[in-house]
């Protein structure tokens, strides 16, 4: 063995040692990797516990399948049977289900002391699409409920009877007035009797003038009646959403919208079923439908949860829409009195109405929140001035129209200036049609392009300037798309022949549904496409020289308004309309400035501005020229 031979042996052996030393964790590193793997095992250790929680629920729910009168014998008979099945919650397994109405000024709530918990909300002031009641909750299968082990029973108290507070049935408040109602379910005394002692209490408390009201959840006397392990108790709201408007809007649908806690706000599949294991702490969690939200909030937060949207097939009630389903953990201590406060919300998806609460309810409104120049624009200018005209009790069609022409003031001096860039092209146009002349082969291009920007500069034209104006109005543009059709204050508002201008204006039915573009007529949306069309051919007129040297883009540009014709015939109509209108104004506009901006002038001035000296090169032109000798094209001086 030679002596590179014993040095290369001699270098591997240092580096193995090096690396090993190097990359062994340290005393730190490797605590933090046990307490990883252990937080991981009691991760997976809760999953497993709340997986026999849910086998056993769903155990227990096979068992209640069985006909009332069964169950009323066997409970009858034999007391110690349902104790076996409910611990000290047997008492209250039996009982007839009564209804308690609270009502303010804006909403009104039933509850049934069968599980304690909501059962529908009405919301006054709103109708369904077809004149009926607004119900936000479908009755029949609304659920609410705690679940929790006592004596290694799985108790759900959806199954069991509250005793309410009063026996008035119709509770009414309003103004700025508080009123508190609540309902307890009562643990058993060994005789049978109720343990006034020991209760899961739920505290309802509304006021006069709010969506939002308060529930508190009191636990109180129940040590030794849950498990003594158990440091949650799971939370479990079901409901079937009810079908409000005609038409669901795909950009806006239905679906579950959540907070995390001290995190953004998320939501979940609007057009799929979809279902989300939560990991963390959340804020509040929303069965949120187009205009209307029913939501509820921790004030303090919610452990983990699973959330899931589903849309059932072959349902025969045709008012339905969607299933939605939240689970939580709620932290208890069974020592003395346990208070949960949370919060319900009932109501309207108004901008302001959310934001006042300041819990990023309004995070709902789908006003452009992936793009924060869309949302500012919404949020800071749109929507206050929208709110403002309407507050002139105005139709709101007359509102669009002054938003409009508003909007198209502040935009007046963009317009201009991206006329007045044009008007500088079409003057220009002869010049650059000889220069093509002069250049009429492909290898030329360079040595064209160069003598075009320096006719540009010479003249004093920016032929980017009409660009530019353009990109500016593009966020309004955007930002309006998204507002209009999720403006609560356009649901139901009639407008010429449109009867709602949150959905389609149809005036023709059509015997059969066309791909791409539906089974009705709208009239907006057809003035829409017309008027834009004009636009694109007036506008191609002004533009002419700038496009010629792309012909495929002339096409596009009047294959564009068919697309929308398909896109925005089911559409808000309020939007078509706003987008007519502003096409219409636009064309006012040009005609002003057709008659104000005198070509022949502007001829003249490009004249002497060609007689000037010549300007510094831009950057953007020496950039051009450092191309081109790269090339091998040297410009003459």
């Known amino acids: 063995m030679n002596k590179n031979s014993i040095l290369g042996f001699i270098l591997i052996a240092a580096i193995m040692i090096g690396y090993t030393y190097w990359f062994t964790p340290s005393s730190t590193e490797l605590a933090q990797r046990k307490h990883t793997a252990d937080s991981l095992a009691n991760i997976e250790q809760q999953r497993i516990q709340k997986e026999q929680v849910r086998q056993a629920a769903f155990e227990q729910e096979a068992e209640l399948q069985q006909p009332a009168e069964e169950v009323m014998v066997s409970t009858d008979q034999n007391l110690d049977q349902l104790r076996e099945k409910y611990a000290q919650f047997a008492g209250s397994v039996n009982g007839q289900e009564n209804i308690t109405v609270l009502e303010n000024d804006l909403v009104r709530i039933e509850l049934t002391n069968k599980g304690g918990h909501i059962k529908t909300v009405e919301l006054k002031g709103y109708q369904t699409y077809d004149s009926l009641p607004l119900i936000l909750l479908e009755p029949e299968s609304s659920r609410f409920g705690l679940t929790f082990f006592s004596k ?9 009877y509250f005793s309410p507070s009063t026996t008035e049935t119709n509770l009414t408040v309003s103004g700025d007035n508080t009123m508190s109602f609540s309902m307890r379910l009562y643990t058993d005394l060994p005789d049978g009797e109720k343990n006034l002692n020991s209760y899961i209490e739920y505290l309802y408390t509304i006021t006069g003038n709010n969506y939002l009201f308060d529930l508190t959840i009191n636990l109180e006397g129940l040590e030794g009646v849950m498990s003594s392990n158990n440091n949650y108790m799971g939370l479990n709201w079901f409901a079937d959403l009810r079908r409000q408007e005609l038409v669901q809007d795909q950009w806006n649908g239905s679906t579950i919208y959540y907070k995390y806690l001290t995190d953004d706000v998320e939501y979940m599949s609007e057009t799929e079923d979809d279902d989300e294991q939560i990991s963390t702490k959340l804020k509040w969690v929303s069965f949120k439908q187009r205009f209307f939200s029913s939501t509820i909030i921790a004030k303090d937060a919610f452990d983990n949860g699973k959330l899931t949207v589903i849309e059932k097939k072959d349902q025969p009630n045709d008012r339905y829409l969607k299933t939605m389903s939240a689970e939580f953990e709620l932290p208890i201590q069974l020592q003395g ?300 001086k």
Request: glycine share 6%; net charge positive.
């Open 337 to 636: 009195k346990t208070s949960i406060p949370l919060s319900f919300y009932f109501g309207p998806n108004k901008f302001y109405t959310l934001k006042a609460y300041d819990l990023d309810l309004e995070r709902q409104i789908p006003i452009g929140w992936g793009f924060f120049l869309l949302a500012w624009i919404n949020e800071y200018i749109v929507i206050p001035t929208f709110n403002w005209l309407g507050g002139y009790g105005w139709n709101y069609g007359i509102v669009i129209l002054m938003l409009t022409l508003l909007l198209k003031l502040i935009l007046f001096p963009i317009a201009y200036k991206t006329y007045y860039s044009s008007a500088k092209m079409r003057v220009l146009k002869p010049e650059i049609d000889e220069l093509a002349k002069k250049f009429p082969k492909t290898e030329d291009a360079m040595k064209k392009q160069q003598a075009t920007m320096a006719l540009y500069r010479q003249a004093g034209v920016n032929p980017a300037a009409g660009c530019v104006p353009m990109l500016l109005q593009m966020p309004i543009l955007f930002a309006l798309f998204k507002f209009f059709p999720a403006s609560i204050e356009l649901r139901q508002q009639p407008f010429l022949w449109a009867t709602d201008l949150s959905t389609y204006d149809s005036i023709m039915q059509l015997p059969w549904d066309i791909p791409f573009y539906g089974d009705h007529v709208s009239l907006f949306t057809l003035l829409m496409t017309v008027s834009t069309i004009m636009y694109t051919y007036m506008n191609n007129q002004m533009m002419a020289g700038q496009t010629s040297q792309m012909p495929g883009m002339k096409t596009m540009m009047y294959l564009m308004p068919i697309m929308f014709l398909g896109i925005f015939n089911s559409y808000a109509s309020g939007l078509s309309y706003y987008y007519f209108l502003a096409n219409m104004i636009t064309f006012g506009q040009m005609f002003v400035f057709r008659y104000a901006i005198n070509e022949d002038k502007l001829r003249a001035t490009i004249e002497i501005n060609k007689k000037k000296p010549a300007k510094k090169k831009s950057g953007f032109q020496k950039r051009l020229e450092e191309a081109a000798k790269q090339r091998g094209y040297k410009p003459k």
């Open 152 to 160: 290694n029973r799985l108790i759900n108290t959806e199954d069991l």
